[in-house]
């Protein structure tokens, strides 16, 4: 049977990542470029191939200067997502899989939910993931929110004047609340992955530089071995 222009897609994903993890054992970052260029036109197909992906419409082409551990997350967010495409399940359980991958916690940040022409509306962030937030709005929902449409939210973190700003897409709306997808992750400080272990120290929206250096290598490696 003729591969499908799905699967192709997810075939040259998986061999994109192998390149990448062989430049960067070699050390070869004169590749990054090229590497980009293929990421970018590559984005275009999957996008073509999965309209309906909430996370893989939210992932942005690569800029010339992109760097290596940049791409290798770009990629695992698109594996992911297109893996969870690719199962043979419903599709609305799929998009569920796909908007809930990533570890919750609950929270209790204010929050600015800011759409369409400078409206800003009071809320509350009640839970969180990497890429993902759920918000209660102080008041009733705007007349005309929808899924789909896009939206920044401004987190300010109790206890502290820490905060955070994050370009959003409405993906859900109930009477529980509005869910966000997120395609910049939320500080790993705050929101952990899954086995990533929190400097019990460390408040506000994210370590020092200094402090997360001596790991740099091990999880690139670990991203690109994915």
């Given at each position: 049977m003729p591969e499908s222009r799905k699967a192709a897609v997810v075939r040259t994903l998986h061999a994109l990542q192998e390149r990448l993890t062989a430049a960067h054992l070699a050390g070869?970052?004169?590749?990054?470029?090229?590497?980009?260029?293929?990421?970018?036109?590559?984005?275009?197909?999957a996008k073509e191939q999965f309209p309906r992906s909430d996370t893989l419409r939210l992932i942005e082409p690569l800029g010339a200067g992109a760097t290596a551990p940049v791409l290798a997350v770009r990629l695992v967010m698109m594996r992911r997502t297109l893996d969870a495409e690719m199962e043979d399940r419903p599709l609305d359980e799929r998009r569920g899989d796909e908007r809930r991958r990533w570890q919750r916690r609950d929270v209790a940040w204010s929050a600015r939910f800011l759409i369409g022409e400078g409206t800003a509306l009071a809320a509350r962030a009640v839970d969180a993931s990497r890429h993902g937030?759920?918000?209660?709005?102080?008041?009733?929902?705007?007349?005309?929110?929808?899924?789909?449409?896009?939206?920044?939210?401004?987190?300010?973190?109790?206890?502290?004047?820490?905060?955070?700003?994050?370009?959003?897409?409405?993906?859900?709306?109930?009477?529980?609340?509005?869910?966000?997808?997120?395609?910049?992750?939320?500080?790993?400080?705050?929101?952990?992955?899954?086995?990533?272990?929190?400097?019990?120290?460390?408040?506000?929206?994210?370590?020092?530089?200094?402090?997360?250096?001596?790991?740099?290598?091990?999880?690139?490696?670990?991203?690109?071995r994915w």
């Amino acid at each position: 049977m003729p591969e499908s222009r799905k699967a192709a897609v997810v075939r040259t994903l998986h061999a994109l990542q192998e390149r990448l993890t062989a430049a960067h054992l070699a050390g070869t970052t004169a590749a990054d470029g090229a590497l980009a260029l293929d990421f970018n036109s590559l984005l275009v197909q999957a996008k073509e191939q999965f309209p309906r992906s909430d996370t893989l419409r939210l992932i942005e082409p690569l800029g010339a200067g992109a760097t290596a551990p940049v791409l290798a997350v770009r990629l695992v967010m698109m594996r992911r997502t297109l893996d969870a495409e690719m199962e043979d399940r419903p599709l609305d359980e799929r998009r569920g899989d796909e908007r809930r991958r990533w570890q919750r916690r609950d929270v209790a940040w204010s929050a600015r939910f800011l759409i369409g022409e400078g409206t800003a509306l009071a809320a509350r962030a009640v839970d969180a993931s990497r890429h993902g937030l759920r918000l209660v709005l102080d008041g009733a929902a705007p007349a005309g929110l929808e899924h789909g449409q896009k939206c920044c939210v401004e987190v300010h973190l109790a206890g502290s004047s820490a905060r955070f700003v994050r370009d959003a897409e409405v993906c859900h709306i109930d009477e529980h609340g509005i869910g966000l997808v997120i395609a910049e992750a939320l500080p790993a400080s705050l929101v952990p992955a899954p086995g990533d272990v929190l400097n019990p120290g460390v408040k506000g929206a994210g370590a020092p530089e200094s402090a997360a250096r001596p790991a740099l290598r091990s999880r690139l490696l670990a991203l690109l071995r994915w």
